[in-house]
Nanobody, 120 residues
Framework: QVQLVESGGGLVQPGGSLRLSCAAS????????MNWYRQAPGKQRELVAT???????TYADSVRGRFTTSRDLAKNTVYLQMTSLKPEDTAAYFC??????????????WGQGTQVIVSS
């Protein structure tokens, strides 16, 4: 099993910055992609950013140029640096990953989410 714990959310003014962290722990052989999703009230969950274990990254059009995801393989931690935040970035942010367990099974896991509120 894999546990994902996010941190770093909070209240920030428009134009401000926040950094989210997501640490993976548990019994696994390898973690492949680590992703950030967000879900605003009344909206569908949206993929924000993905980083592979090879370091490649992809971003949603809505955040490209403002958000940066990075990964510390040694710490099994992924980060989401958010800058130039807008009120429309307000959402619950979730971390997810695809992991190979010691049983050789490959499964997807989700964190509990962290709230980001962008408001003056």
């Amino acid at each position: 099993q894999v546990q994902l714990v996010e941190s770093g959310g909070g209240l920030v003014q428009p134009g401000g910055s926040l950094r989210l962290s997501c640490a993976a722990s548990g019994s696994f052989i390898n973690i492949y992609d680590m992703n950030w999703y967000r879900q605003a009230p009344g909206k569908q969950r949206e993929l924000v950013a993905t980083t592979s274990n090879g370091g490649s990254t992809t971003y949603a059009d809505s955040v490209r140029g403002r958000f940066t995801t990075s990964r510390d393989l040694a710490k099994n931690t992924v980060y989401l640096q958010m800058t130039s935040l807008k009120p429309e970035d307000t959402a619950a942010y979730f971390c997810s990953c695809t992991a190979r367990l010691r049983t050789e099974e490959i499964r997807d896991y989700w964190g509990q989410g962290t709230q980001v509120i962008v408001s003056s």
